[in-house]
Structures are given as C-alpha cells and as structure tokens.
C-alpha cells in the first residue's frame, strides 16, 4: 500500500510569520489602505498533489507536491521548486511570497510562486528524482504555462530536473516548449550565465554595501555559510575581487582558515568528494554556528531560513549581512541587528540575480535568441547595483532598514499596479 510521507518537523521560527511581520511594517508607512492590504498578503492560489512514484525497489511511494502562486499582479508568476525534507506549506508560502517581492525590488515583470515536494534528494537516486519530477509536472500541466507560471531551481533541484520539467512539459503539450522554465542547460535553451546569477548578485550586493561603508574589498574579510550553488559562486567571486574568505561550511559542518581560503581548491574538493567539504584538509573544522559569529567584515548566509535568529543575533560581529539564501534571518533577529548598526542587504535584493538572469532567459527563449555571457552579466549588474542604490535612498527617506526599504520599493510597486488593474 502506498503511504504518504510523513512531512518533518522542524524546530525553527516560522518564516511565513517573519514574511507577514516586515510585509505589516512596509504597509503600515506607505499607508496602505485595507483593501489592497488583503489582496497583496493572501496567495493568489494554492495547489496540493499526491505524487506516486515508483522507487528503485519496486515499491511506490506518495509524495507531496506543492505549488503556491502567490500573485501574478505584475506579470505571470515566477519561482523555483524546491527538493528538500524540510518543505512544508508554510513555508512555500512565504517563499512564493518573497518571489512577488523580489521581482518587484528589480522591477521584472513576473509576479511570485513557489514549488516544492518534501523528499531527500540525496537519499535517492537520480532515476527516482527523474520520476518524481516528472510526475510533478504532470500534476501541474494546468498551472504552468510560459504566460502562467514558470518554474525554475531552489533548494535540491538544477538544471538537469529543469531538463526534466522542459521534456515532460514539452510532451504533453505536443511541442517543444522552452519558455516554461528557467535555469535549464544552456543546451536546451538556458541562459549563459544562469548558474552563478544568484552568487553573482551577492557580490554585487557586496561591493555595493562596501562601498556604502567605505570597506576597501582588498583589506575585507568574509564569512559564507553553505557552499552550493549560491554559496559557493558568491565566494568565488568575492575572492576574485580580492575579499579574504575565513569560513566556508555546508552539511558536514564549517571550515575555518586564517589566512583565507583557497576557493577554487574548496570547488574542487566538493566536486571530488561527492558533493560535500567533509574532510576538507586545508581549513580548520569550527562548529557550524560558530561562522555566524566570526569577526569578519561581511557575513553570507546562503544556506536556508531563520538561521541568524533571536537567539543568536547578538553575538554577530560582522558589519554587514548580505542576504544570499532566502529568509536567513527571522523577524526576531531584525531589531538586534538594527540596534548593533548592522548594514543587511536583503534576501529580496541580495539574491535576486538568479530571477533577474532567469527573466533573461526566458527573454531569450520567447525571441529564438542567444546572449553572450558578458551581456547577461553586464545587465544583471547593472540591475542588482540600481535597485541597491534604490533601496537604499528609500531606507534614509523613511529611517527605517534596508529589509523594510526593499519591503516598502516592492509592495509600493505591486500595490500601485493592482490599482490599475483592479479587482472584480
Ligand atoms: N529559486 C530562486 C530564487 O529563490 C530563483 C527563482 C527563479 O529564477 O525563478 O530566487
């Protein structure tokens, strides 16, 4: 008999209520009216599936698939799915809503969703996560549309199960459909540059804030909490213009060097070592929590939500915080960060180079057309560096947090849109 699986339980603030709490202050000084207030926290739709899949060994097994689309004010929604045990409703529902948010922050013409299916990649083999992805867009053949809903990578998932989504997609409709989703292979129509937009963007965010508190990046030091996609291209890149990384850390824990280290060799070892920095020779091991609380210049979480939380927020010495996984820091933490004068840029700035070079795809994709990979970068730049400077005036027009100038520029925009657009 098939079972559904059990969703997780996972002791953490919940990042749908740090969502609600900065989305409430924003309202609150643009003056929001009511009306527009409802309409702009209440998700758009809701779809929940039962995903059979056959595993390996003959049995099947029911997962849960989630797809929130949060709002398509601004445009179809947009918005990666996620493969990891810890997903749950709530919490796509906040991620859907950071989407709305992010796009709006960079002014791209998406509204937000977000995907994901409770399940442990890497407990299974790539043939299960082949048929798990494709029964999930199955499920979800009335939902996306390259004018509906366009899904892309998060947490667990890459361009392989992009492919996967493309090809399965593609079927159904009975012709080759590239413009559904982003973040593919640059052979079946992905953007140059895709991969490492959001670690790209992160750096930008960086040089941005450095140059705010007159930080030189060749006398910087940094700390980069997670070391996949986003963590480690961030790191790369922030060695490359000359910032010191001390600490670098995934599942196996955090790795710590003085001198700093060699990122390249990191990349390396990782690929070598099935994925993971375990045993990685050249650094020290450190506890995990222990890299939130270096002194470093600049601090990276870019591994999940609500690790820098109320309890922690204290003991942070770095100067500022660039926001490189979505939600790393609860609402609790917002004030003690505020009072220590820590600069935060946020998640919904911070990591929007991914949607940002997503949106370039899909761009490309609806005009049968190519950008080299200086175009892609040279734009996206362009793009993170004016909604910084954006964000930023807004947060001393308003004495408030770069975080709640990001929420006030987003809600601003969608708000100001709904109205013409209207409702029934
Ligand atoms: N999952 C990424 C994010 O959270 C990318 C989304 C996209 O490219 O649509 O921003």
């Avoid at 709490?21 to 739709?45: C, H, W």
């Avoid at 995907?115 to 053949?141: F, H, K, N």
């Avoid at 700390?223 to 996609?229: H, L, R």
């Avoid at 947090?401 to 925009?413: G, L, N, P, Q």
């Amino acid at each position: 008999m098939a079972i559904l699986e059990p969703a997780p339980i996972i002791d953490k603030e919940n990042p749908l209520e740090s969502m609600m709490e900065r989305f409430n202050s924003a309202a609150e000084i643009l003056g929001l009216d009511a009306q527009t207030y409802n309409v702009l926290k209440s998700p758009a739709r809701q779809h929940i599936v039962s995903l059979p899949v056959t595993m390996d060994n003959g049995e099947v097994r029911v997962f849960e698939g989630i797809r929130v689309i949060h709002s398509t004010i601004l445009g179809p929604s947009k918005g990666g799915i996620r493969f990891d045990p810890g997903v749950n409703l709530d919490e796509v529902r906040a991620l859907a809503a950071w989407m709305t948010w992010k796009c709006a922050v960079v002014d791209i013409p998406y509204g937000g969703a977000k995907g994901g299916v409770a399940c442990d990649p890497r407990q299974m083999s790539r043939g299960e996560v082949e048929r798990l992805m494709r029964a999930y867009t199955r499920s979800m053949l009335d939902v996306f549309g390259p004018d509906r809903d366009i899904p892309a990578p998060d947490m667990g998932t890459g361009p392989e199960e992009m492919a996967w989504l493309m090809d399965a997609y593609s079927r159904a409709k009975g012709m080759t459909v590239h413009a559904v989703v982003t973040g593919k292979p640059i052979v079946l129509g992905g953007s140059l540059g895709r991969v490492e937009a959001t670690g790209r963007g992160v750096m930008v965010s960086t040089m941005a804030a450095m140059e705010k508190l007159k930080v030189n990046p060749i006398q910087a030091t940094c700390a980069v909490q997670g070391f996949g996609n986003v963590g480690s291209n961030a790191a790369k890149l922030l060695e490359e213009r000359g910032v010191k990384v001390l600490a670098i850390s995934d599942i196996t824990g955090a790795y710590y060097n003085e001198s700093g280290i060699d990122i390249q060799k990191a990349i390396s070892y990782k690929e070598g070592n099935r994925g993971t920095l375990d045993g990685f020779k050249e650094a020290t091991k450190i506890p995990n929590e222990e890299l939130l609380t270096l002194p470093v210049d600049v601090l990276v979480p870019a591994a999940m939500e609500d690790v820098i939380t109320g309890k922690n927020a204290h003991q942070i010495k770095a100067r500022m915080i660039i926001e490189g996984a979505n939600g790393p820091t609860s609402a609790k933490a917002d004030s003690i960060i505020n009072e220590k004068g820590i600069l935060v840029a946020p998640d919904i700035l911070a990591n929007a180079g991914g949607v940002t070079v997503s949106y370039f795809e899909w761009v490309q994709n609806r005009l049968g057309y190519k950008w080299s990979k200086d175009r892609v970068h040279r734009r996206m730049d362009k793009i993170i560096r004016d909604s910084f400077e954006k964000v930023y005036r807004t947060s001393i027009e308003h004495k408030v947090s770069m975080r709640i100038a990001a929420y006030i520029v987003a809600i601003d925009k969608v708000a100001k849109t709904f109205k013409f657009r209207g409702g029934y």
